[in-house]
Nanobody, 125 residues
């Protein structure tokens, strides 16, 4: 059974940084793209970043390009999202995801087979 456990969320002032981490069990990182999604109340969950097995292909939502960096460590099945220059509009629940789909479409249309429980990120102005 696949289990994704994320950590690292919290509260930060605008311009600050946070690093989210996700550890997977029951899932091999070499299977398919992994990534991060986020959701705010009243809106659909949307893709933020995705990374291919081996890291050769990386995708970002336009809203986070140049500020967020996704990385993975296949040795210990850990996925990270480094978030810099955070803005209040980045406030959301962030979810680690595995086995992503529809990556050829807009990040708002990405989907995934597995999600973590989510971690809150709050950015104050």
């Amino acid at each position: 059974q696949v289990r994704l456990v994320d950590s690292g969320g919290g509260s930060v002032q605008a311009g600050g940084s946070l690093r989210l981490s996700c550890t997977a069990s029951g899932y091999t990182y070499s299977r398919n793209f992994m990534g991060w999604f986020r959701q705010v109340p009243g809106k659909d969950r949307e893709g933020v970043a995705a990374i291919s097995p081996g890291g050769g292909s990386i995708l970002y939502a336009d809203s986070v390009k140049g500020r967020f960096t996704i990385s993975q460590d296949n040795a210990d099945n850990t996925l990270h999202l480094h978030m810099n220059s955070l803005k209040p509009e980045d406030t959301a629940i962030y979810y680690c995801a595995a086995d992503l789909r529809w990556l050829e479409l807009s990040p708002t249309q990405w989907a995934a087979h597995y999600f973590s429980q989510g971690t809150q990120v709050t950015v104050s102005s």
